[in-house]
């Protein structure tokens, strides 16, 4: 693990991003497919009562989905920098990670106790170019009228 925090979600947001903040603008179909994506930046949508919660953030070669996973979503993301910023929209918090091309793997499992949420960050590195290429891979849930 990469690291593990508290966060008091606000704005029911979770964001993921690499300096300087890109302002993201939240659409009707962003809000309907849980999260708004551009290279550089993701916010992921989550319960306006998620209050507190923990966020894990992980780095490896394989996903598998958690069979207690509440929902999860996928996006291609880039580190350029060596580092990004994740947490709520207030008071994100600075993670070091290698630079990069990683399929991004976020999901919600239900917390214990005083924890809502337990919010997973996974960083799957990526070969493949194309996958995290945003000229080729736009971050929208529904890519069904793509296919034939």
């Not at 964001?15 to 903040?21: A, I, Q, S, T």
């Not at 207030?90 to 290698?98: D, Q």
């Not at 999901?107 to 809502?116: E, F, N």
């Not at 997973?120 to 034939?148: M, N, V």
Request: with cysteine; hydrophobic share 40%.
């Amino acid at each position: 693990m990469m690291a593990s925090l508290h966060v008091d979600v606000l704005y029911a947001q979770i964001v993921v991003f690499e300096m300087p903040l890109r302002d993201i603008q939240w659409t009707d179909q962003h809000t309907a497919q849980g999260f708004a994506w551009s290279p550089g930046g993701v916010s992921f949508g989550v319960p306006g009562d998620a209050g507190a919660s923990r966020l894990d953030v992980f780095r490896a070669t394989a996903f598998t989905l958690d069979p207690m996973c509440l929902w999860a979503v996928q996006v291609p993301f880039e580190i350029k920098s060596g580092e990004f910023m994740v947490g709520s929209v207030i008071g994100p918090e600075r993670v070091h990670v290698e630079r990069g091309r990683y399929e991004l793997n976020f999901l919600a499992r239900p917390g214990q106790g005083d924890v809502r949420f337990v919010f997973q960050h996974h960083f799957i590195e990526k070969q493949c170019a194309d996958l995290c290429d945003p000229e080729t891979w736009y971050g929208t849930a529904d890519r069904s009228s793509s296919s034939s």
